[in-house]
């Protein structure tokens, strides 16, 4: 669990890096009707992160133990292949100040790291899946992989959009 933490804490950073110099009129500018912000895509994160937290909750409580099969993750970070956000993580249209979600980011975090400690047997997150609206059936512990792994994917959009 510890190198997943580490993978979670230095995505994390580099997103902070990445929004850190822009100012609130940057953060909330959209490239296009059709695409989000830089802000929206940081509501997006926070939105997946506490989504994450409650579907792997309800995958320790609901299932019995199995062995569900491995997915390739890494497919995530393919930006070639565009994946339609579910409504429930989908982000507001309302603008947000930089500090703002900094702080809402820094919460969600705490409270998927403080859940995750919560887990008396992390083994048994490998033998549980729950439903993952892009992968299909899903093993718990993956779950945990696709917050750093989806952030990655929309680091390289943020970054993108702040190059134009």
């Known amino acids: 669990m510890s190198n997943v933490k ?4 230095a995505t994390r950073t580099q997103l902070l890096q990445e929004i850190d110099t822009l100012d609130d009129t940057a953060f909330n500018r959209k490239p296009d009707v059709q695409s989000w912000s830089v802000a929206q895509i940081c509501h997006h ?3 997946v992160e506490e989504a994450t937290r409650k579907a792997i909750a309800w995958g320790l409580k ?3 133990n199995s062995t569900p099969a491995r997915k390739n993750v890494q497919l995530i970070l393919d930006r070639t ?3 339609q956000a579910p409504s429930i993580v989908e982000p507001t249209e309302q603008p947000f100040t930089v500090q703002a979600m900094q702080d809402l980011l820094a919460t969600t975090r705490k409270n998927l790291l403080a859940f995750l400690q919560t887990i008396e047997d992390p083994e048994v997150l490998a033998k549980r899946a729950v439903q993952h609206p892009a992968l299909g059936e899903l093993p718990l512990d993956q779950w945990i992989e696709m917050v750093y792994l989806h952030e990655q994917r929309h680091i390289e959009q943020l970054q993108e959009i702040v190059r134009e």
């Open 6 to 9: 580490d993978h979670l804490d």
């Open 45 to 47: 994160l926070v939105l």
């Open 62 to 64: 609901a299932q019995e």
């Open 81 to 83: 292949k565009k994946i």
